[in-house]
C-alpha cells in the first residue's frame, strides 16, 4: 500500500444540464400552474468535510434527477393558494470512494483506531495486534505513547500524517514483531479504509419537498385585514456523502402565521408575524470536526419560535 497525502487541490466542477417545463395560466387568469424537470450530470463535484483541521474539498462523478410543481390559485378575489412541491433524486457515481473519519476502519476488525496524541490533528488506523502488544509490553510510559505515535505516520516523538517524517521506532526489536512503516503498510499511510459511495445520495438532497400557502384578505373601509399561513415539509436527507445512520438528517417541518393591515389610501402597512409557530428545533444541517475535538458535530437547527411586529409607511 502507498502513502496517499491530501490533495493539495481539487478540480473544478463542471455539469451536463437537461431541462424541461411548462408555464401555464388557466381559469380565466386565476390559477398559474408551471411544472418542469431537470437531468443534471455532475462531473467532479465538490463536497467539503474537515480534516486536519482544514476544509477537504474532494471531487465525485454525480447525478441529480428531478421534478418540481407550482401552483398559485386565486379561488376567490379574497382567497389565494400557493404551493410548490419537489421531488429530488441523486446519486454518486459507482466507483467513487473517501475516507470516513468517523469509521476509519470500515468494519476491519484486524485494523484499530490510534489516537496518537492531542497535538496530532487526525486520528489513524494501525494493525490490531501491534497495538495490543504495544499495549501490553512492559516499558516506560512515554516509550509505548512514542511508539503509539509512530504508528500514525510520523516520527516516534511526534505522530503526523507527514511523508517527510521518517518512522523511528524500531517495532520489531522493541516489541518482537515484524517491522512496520504506516506509510506504506497501512491504508492510505494510516488514514484508513476507504468508504464506497457508490450509488450513495449527495448531501442535503431530501426526496420530497412541500411547501403550502394560503391568505384571505378582508376588506375594512379603507383597511384590508389579510391573514396568511405557510407550511413546509421535507423528506429525510444526509449531511454527508457517506449515507450512514450517523449521517441522518430527519423529515421536518415547519409552520408559520401573519396578520396584516394595510391602509391604500394612506400607504401604511402593519404586519403580526409567529414563525415557528409549534417552536420546533429538528436539526437541519450539520458537519463534524477534525478528531482532535473529539470528532464534535456542530449542528444547525430551526431558529426557535419568534413572534415579531413591523411598520411601514410609504411617502
Known amino acids: 500500500m502507498q502513502y496517499q497525502p491530501l490533495e493539495d487541490s481539487f478540480e473544478p466542477e463542471f455539469v451536463n444540464a437537461i431541462e424541461f417545463g411548462t408555464k ?29 483541521r482544514i476544509s477537504l474539498n474532494e471531487n465525485f462523478d454525480a447525478e441529480s434527477m428531478g421534478l418540481e410543481l407550482e401552483l398559485a390559485w386565486q379561488l376567490t378575489n379574497a382567497t389565494r393558494v400557493d404551493m410548490n412541491i419537489g421531488y429530488l433524486k441523486t446519486r454518486i457515481a459507482d466507483g467513487e470512494e473517501s475516507i470516513d473519519v468517523m469509521n476509519r476502519t470500515q468494519g476491519n476488525e484486524d485494523w484499530v483506531l ?23 509490553t512492559s516499558n516506560e510510559y512515554y516509550a509505548d505513547a512514542f511508539a503509539l505515535w509512530s ?3 510520523g516520527s516516534a516523538r511526534y505522530g503526523s500524517f507527514t511523508p517527510e517524517i ?7 526489536i522493541i516489541y518482537g514483531v515484524a517491522p512496520y512503516n504506516p506509510l506504506t503498510d497501512a491504508p492510505n499511510g494510516g488514514r484508513g479504509f476507504a468508504a ?15 411547501n403550502f400557502g394560503v391568505e384571505h384578505t378582508i376588506p375594512i373601509e379603507d383597511w ?3 391573514l396568511r399561513a405557510d407550511y413546509y415539509r421535507q423528506s429525510e436527507s444526509y449531511a454527508r456523502v457517506y449515507n450512514t445512520e450517523y449521517d441522518r438528517l430527519k423529515a421536518w417541518s415547519n409552520l408559520n402565521a401573519s396578520v396584516s393591515l394595510s391602509n391604500i389610501n394612506s400607504e401604511l402597512y402593519m404586519q403580526l408575524y409567529v414563525k415557528n409557530i409549534f417552536d420546533d428545533a429538528p436539526i437541519t444541517d450539520m458537519f463534524t470536526n477534525s478528531d482532535d475535538s473529539g470528532l464534535t458535530t456542530n449542528v444547525f437547527t430551526l431558529e426557535p419560535r419568534i413572534v415579531g411586529f413591523s411598520i411601514s409607511k410609504g411617502f
Open 24 to 52: 401555464n395560466i388557466l381559469l380565466d387568469g386565476s390559477l398559474t400552474l408551471n411544472a418542469n424537470g431537470f437531468y443534471y450530470d455532475y462531473s467532479d463535484y465538490q463536497v467539503s468535510q474537515i480534516v486536519d
Open 151 to 153: 504508528l500514525c505516520s
Open 196 to 210: 464506497d459511495l457508490s450509488g450513495n445520495e449527495l448531501p442535503n438532497a431530501p426526496r420530497f419537498t412541500i
Open 224 to 226: 384590508d385585514l389579510t
Open 166 to 172: 521518517e518512522t523511528s521506532f524500531r517495532h520489531d
Open 114 to 136: 490510534v489516537r496518537p496524541s492531542i497535538q496530532v490533528p487526525s486520528n489513524c488506523i494501525a494493525p490490531t495486534d501491534l497495538v495490543e502488544t504495544i499495549l501490553s
